[in-house]
């Protein structure tokens, strides 16, 4: 059983306490067992998509998918890589083969193993999440996510291209008062205001990547962990700075 069809199955079952979902080994299939007096097998059928990095194509596994830079795994160890290096199979123009969350009204979406409000949620994004976008229709965009494959509603999408790291788009820190080493934490918001949906808070020293200040210079837009959000200017500091 594949990793991404063991979560699957390891969500259904913590989730539905009317069934019970088992995977056939050696396959893609998992099976519901409903317990409410009679039995009845329905195949859910789950995918993979694969990443491939670089010229030569090296399979790897996506760690954080961000839109400038993402964290992978290739041959045990870990690399921070373009995203511009990062290949997989979609129906996209460059332009849309990024997207991420923008539901401000709840702050997530839900990702459904098909096209449908009704078919089964296996996970569910945040606010500001960058995803890979396989295909898109009026209605649901395909999507990658964090070993998932679904579908999400396309409303609550914002696509985006390849963040080619340049001289606008750079390594940056969270930092208090110009340091990296602190024990305080920021906040960082889905908009550049402060009463904007809170997507997390995150310690002095660590790595985002910096896309610019609003006009008036007060916030920056950052992508943190694969989230796109902003932060207050005073509480980022860019890497050249630091001399890191």
């Known amino acids: 059983m594949s990793g991404h069809t063991s979560a699957i199955v390891s969500y259904l ?19 519901v067992e409903y317990t409410d007096g009679k039995v009845d097998w329905t195949p859910v059928t789950t995918e993979h998509l694969s990443f491939t990095y670089g010229s030569d194509d090296q399979e790897v596994s996506v760690l954080t998918l961000g839109s400038a830079y993402s964290y992978v795994e290739l041959g045990g160890s870990r690399l ?23 539901a401000p009204k709840t702050g997530r979406a839900s990702i459904h193993l098909k096209s449908s409000a009704k078919s089964l949620i296996v996970t569910k994004c945040s606010q500001g999440q960058v995803l890979a976008v396989i295909s898109s229709g009026k209605h649901y965009t395909k999507v990658w996510y964090d070993g998932y494959v679904g579908y999400v509603l396309t409303d609550a999408l914002t696509f985006c291209s390849h963040a080619v790291p340049d001289a606008s788009v750079q390594l940056a820190y969270i930092t208090f008062r110009g340091k990296i080493k602190s024990n305080n934490e920021i906040n960082v918001r889905a908009e550049a205001h402060s009463s904007s949906r809170m ?10 990547v910096f896309f610019g200040k609003t006009d008036d210079g007060a916030w920056c837009e950052i992508e943190v962990n694969g989230i796109h959000c902003f932060v207050l200017s005073e509480y980022l500091t860019l890497a050249s700075d630091l001399g890191v």
Not at 15 to 26: K, N, P, Q, R, V
Not at 85 to 100: G, I, R, V
Not at 199 to 208: D, E, N, S
């Open 13 to 31: 079952n913590s989730s539905y306490s009317g069934a019970t979902f088992t995977a056939i080994e050696g396959s893609s299939t998992i099976h």
């Open 80 to 102: 921070t890589v373009p995203t511009s290096s990062l290949h997989w199979d979609t129906e996209m123009p460059e332009s849309k083969q990024l997207a991420f969350i923008d």
């Open 199 to 208: 997507l997390g808070t995150f310690k002095a020293g660590t790595q985002v």
